[in-house]
């Protein structure tokens, strides 16, 4: 019986665990250039603690545990804002920007103008080129950026927003404001990498998909917590009544 109850929390661990997934997927509906994550559980079969020596051996216990949380790379819908500051980027490369806990990745293409001249993000960190930081005079008028990246004013071309790609994207890890960080190094994405100007990319989350799901994992997660529940009830009526038998 104890056994049923460990297994019925790591069902309970594992249902808690997409419930919170879920719930920060749906906070950023509205996120631009957000990417959701779903969850991946696998089984695992206790190996110890069994009898095997019996006429029918006990049988391995199977818990559920939490295997991963992979991004969802998905293209995001592209939405026209007409701002020339706005890109949108096609495909899975990301912009690639300095933070001041280093180089940080995202999907985020709303940029903005600081007072230095630099080209940042709304949280005011700057957008790398292939030299570095984009800067813009402040006579400089007409600034336009380009499909491959190229940003221009009326003085001439003043870089090339850098876009980057990773041999495994499942290894970003969140790190905050909408940015990634990679123990790996980036790959520059090359010439097939896009981007649309003038345009955002827009949360890849779908709000009636995550929301029914999220009531499908509540109803489950209720459903063994109330069987947890009536197990641990019975045990306490079985060692209550062995208890009684002894004392008769």
Same mark, same amino acid.
Request: charged fraction near 15%; proline fraction near 6%.
């Given at each position: 019986?104890?056994?049923?109850?460990?297994? =019925?929390?790591?069902?309970?661990?594992?249902?808690?665990?997409?419930?919170?997934?879920?719930?920060?997927?749906?906070?950023?509906? #509205?996120?631009? =250039?957000?990417?959701?994550?779903?969850?991946?559980?696998?089984?695992?079969?206790? !190996?110890?603690?069994?009898?095997?020596?019996?006429?029918?051996?006990?049988?391995?216990?199977?818990?559920?545990?939490?295997?991963?949380?992979?991004? $969802?790379?998905?293209?995001? !819908?592209?939405? #026209?804002?007409?701002?020339?500051?706005?890109?949108?980027?096609?495909?899975?490369?990301?912009?690639?920007?300095? #933070?001041?806990?280093?180089?940080?990745?995202?999907?985020?293409?709303?940029?903005?103008?600081?007072?230095?001249?630099?080209?940042?993000?709304? $949280?005011?960190?700057?957008?790398?080129?292939? =030299?570095?930081?984009?800067?813009?005079?402040?006579?400089? #008028?007409?600034?336009?950026?380009?499909?491959?990246?190229?940003?221009?004013?009326?003085?001439?071309?003043?870089?090339?927003?850098?876009?980057?790609?990773?041999?495994?994207?499942?290894?970003?890890?969140?790190?905050?404001?909408?940015?990634?960080?990679?123990?790996? !190094?980036?790959?520059?994405?090359? !010439?097939?990498?896009?981007?649309?100007?003038?345009?955002?990319?827009?949360?890849?989350?779908?709000?009636?998909?995550?929301?029914?799901?999220?009531?499908?994992?509540?109803?489950?997660?209720?459903?063994?917590?109330?069987?947890?529940?009536?197990? $641990?009830?019975?045990? =306490?009526?079985?060692?209550?009544?062995?208890? $009684?038998?002894?004392?008769?």
């Amino acid at each position: 019986m104890q056994n049923s109850q460990l297994i =019925g929390l790591s069902a309970q661990m594992a249902l808690s665990r997409e419930l919170e997934v879920i719930a920060n997927n749906m906070a950023n509906v #509205t996120t631009t =250039g957000f990417k959701a994550r779903n969850t991946r559980f696998q089984e695992y079969l206790m !190996p110890k603690a069994s009898a095997e020596s019996f006429q029918r051996p006990d049988r391995k216990l199977s818990y559920v545990i939490d295997a991963a949380t992979p991004l $969802d790379l998905a293209q995001g !819908p592209v939405e #026209t804002t007409g701002n020339p500051l706005n890109v949108a980027v096609r495909g899975e490369a990301f912009l690639a920007v300095q #933070t001041p806990q280093g180089e940080r990745y995202t999907r985020n293409g709303a940029f903005e103008m600081n007072p230095q001249g630099q080209i940042v993000t709304s $949280d005011g960190h700057p957008v790398l080129g292939d =030299g570095g930081p984009i800067q813009i005079g402040q006579q400089e #008028t007409g600034l336009t950026i380009g499909p491959d990246g190229t940003v221009s004013t009326n003085q001439g071309t003043r870089g090339k927003i850098r876009l980057v790609t990773f041999a495994d994207p499942q290894g970003l890890t969140n790190a905050g404001a909408n940015l990634y960080a990679s123990n790996a !190094p980036p790959q520059a994405a090359g !010439p097939q990498a896009r981007v649309v100007p003038g345009a955002l990319e827009r949360s890849n989350v779908q709000p009636v998909l995550a929301m029914t799901r999220m009531l499908e994992v509540s109803r489950v997660y209720q459903l063994v917590s109330d069987t947890v529940s009536r197990l $641990d009830s019975l045990r =306490g009526t079985a060692i209550q009544r062995l208890a $009684d038998v002894g004392n008769a």
